[in-house]
């Protein structure tokens, strides 16, 4: 309580302190005013002393008693009625500027803010980081500079790094992991996503040599496939990196996230994209008939089967599996708007608070779809 009121005279103090010119600049004119007017006063009685004197012509006696009269009226009080209300009306505005902002940050404050909660310093939050990212790395990275040979530590540190974009911490720390625990599928391919961040999304003969060492760990690891395509994407090979993706896209389940920008690349480097299977799996029959269909038949099956789905789900929304497949069936199609729609009534049917509303708001992140509007 007694900050707060520290607090409270302090303000009060700094109000003061810049209000005070404020308030007394209408005086000050004044003063000036006057001081002005009795100088020309003295100019005038001065002036008729000359002209008694012989000093000056009646002619220039009269031009200059013409000028001072004028300069005298422009400050005296009939002429400038109109400026000192437009200044007197500029400083109380001023005045409610200053007063009424400290007053809103703090009635925003006492809504908005835990005024209750004492303070702590930086220990105390260490200690107890919460969700709190910036103090989570803090406490990891006050970990390892006591242990720098906790590998574990630079194993979860380092993917932290790479997903704030503290590259070339990331890419330290997968080094050290993998020095340290050896290398694994998940390090080698976050070793080689932060070299590829380093070099603009290149993908490098040192990029290159970390993806093949993570293939012989995992033959089907699709991330590393993918960027070895890309390699020779980049290289001018489009028939290998086309033949690369057409591998990937065969190899990948119907739903999988990453299948529309593999089918992107197969169109840029010549080939015919791979076709989704539809989702809640399609019978014997489906499979039969969609042999013999044209590439524009078999889509339209396809987006059938899909908008049947959506049906099913608008009259029993109550179907959380169900969701999570049409959510993934429009991305595969590349319907981001359908599929943005798609989540807004599944998180209607299973909120966000809930275990089901997590899963498919990470859902929606992990297929690129946006959240902002489905969450409102």
């Known amino acids: 309580?007694?900050?707060?009121?520290?607090?409270?005279?302090?303000?009060?103090?700094?109000?003061?302190?810049?209000?005070?010119?404020?308030?007394?600049?209408?005086?000050?004119?004044?003063?000036?005013?006057?001081?002005?007017?009795?100088?020309?006063?003295?100019?005038?009685?001065?002036?008729?002393?000359?002209?008694?004197?012989?000093?000056?012509?009646?002619?220039?006696?009269?031009?200059?008693?013409?000028?001072?009269?004028?300069?005298?009226?422009?400050?005296?009080?009939?002429?400038?009625?109109?400026?000192?209300?437009?200044?007197?009306?500029?400083?109380?505005?001023?005045?409610?500027?200053?007063?009424?902002?400290?007053?809103?940050?703090?009635?925003?404050?006492?809504?908005?803010?835990r005024p209750d909660l004492p303070s702590q310093p930086l220990e105390a939050r260490l200690e107890n980081p919460g969700n709190d990212m910036a103090v989570l790395i803090a406490k990891a990275e006050r970990h390892l500079v006591e242990k720098p040979d906790d590998g574990k530590g630079w194993d979860v540190l380092a993917p932290i790094y790479l997903r704030t974009m503290r590259v070339n911490d990331a890419q330290l720390a997968y080094r050290n992991a993998i020095r340290l625990l050896g290398p694994s599928p998940a390090r080698l391919d976050g070793l080689a996503e932060t070299l590829m961040a380093v070099s603009d999304g290149v993908v490098t003969e040192e990029t290159r040599q970390v993806l093949e060492q993570s293939l012989t760990l995992e033959p089907d690891n699709p991330r590393a496939r993918f960027y070895i395509a890309l390699s020779m994407e980049q290289a001018g090979r489009p028939d290998e990196a086309r033949q690369a993706f057409e591998a990937l896209a065969k190899q990948s389940p119907a739903d999988a996230p990453w299948l529309p920008l593999v089918n992107e690349h197969i169109a840029r480097n010549g080939g015919e994209a791979a076709q989704p299977a539809a989702p809640g799996g399609p019978t014997s029959e489906d499979v039969a008939a969609a042999e013999n269909m044209s590439?524009?038949?078999?889509?339209?099956?396809?987006?059938?089967?899909?908008?049947?789905?959506?049906?099913?789900?608008?009259?029993?929304?109550?179907?959380?599996?169900?969701?999570?497949?049409?959510?993934?069936?429009?991305?595969?199609?590349?319907?981001?708007?359908?599929?943005?729609?798609?989540?807004?009534?599944?998180?209607?049917?299973?909120?966000?608070?809930?275990?089901?509303g997590r899963q498919l708001l990470a859902l929606a992140r992990e297929l690129g779809i946006s959240t902002e509007e489905a969450t409102q």
């Not at 002393?49 to 005298?72: F, H, K, Q, V, W």
């Open 295 to 356: 590439a524009g038949d078999r889509q339209q099956m396809i987006r059938g089967m899909v908008e049947s789905l959506d049906a099913k789900l608008s009259a029993d929304p109550n179907n959380f599996e169900g969701w999570v497949r049409l959510v993934r069936s429009y991305a595969v199609l590349n319907d981001k708007d359908r599929a943005a729609g798609a989540l807004k009534r599944g998180l209607a049917a299973f909120p966000p608070p809930g275990e089901q």
């Open 1 to 113: 309580m007694l900050f707060w009121i520290l607090v409270a005279v302090l303000t009060a103090v700094v109000a003061a302190v810049l209000l005070y010119p404020l308030l007394r600049g209408a005086k000050a004119a004044e003063n000036i005013r006057a001081g002005e007017a009795a100088v020309y006063r003295d100019q005038l009685r001065e002036l008729d002393r000359d002209l008694n004197g012989g000093l000056i012509t009646p002619e220039e006696a009269d031009y200059a008693r013409a000028e001072i009269g004028r300069r005298l009226i422009a400050v005296s009080a009939g002429g400038p009625e109109e400026p000192p209300k437009l200044a007197r009306h500029h400083r109380f505005t001023e005045a409610f500027v200053l007063l009424a902002l400290p007053l809103l940050g703090l009635c925003l404050y006492l809504t908005t803010g």
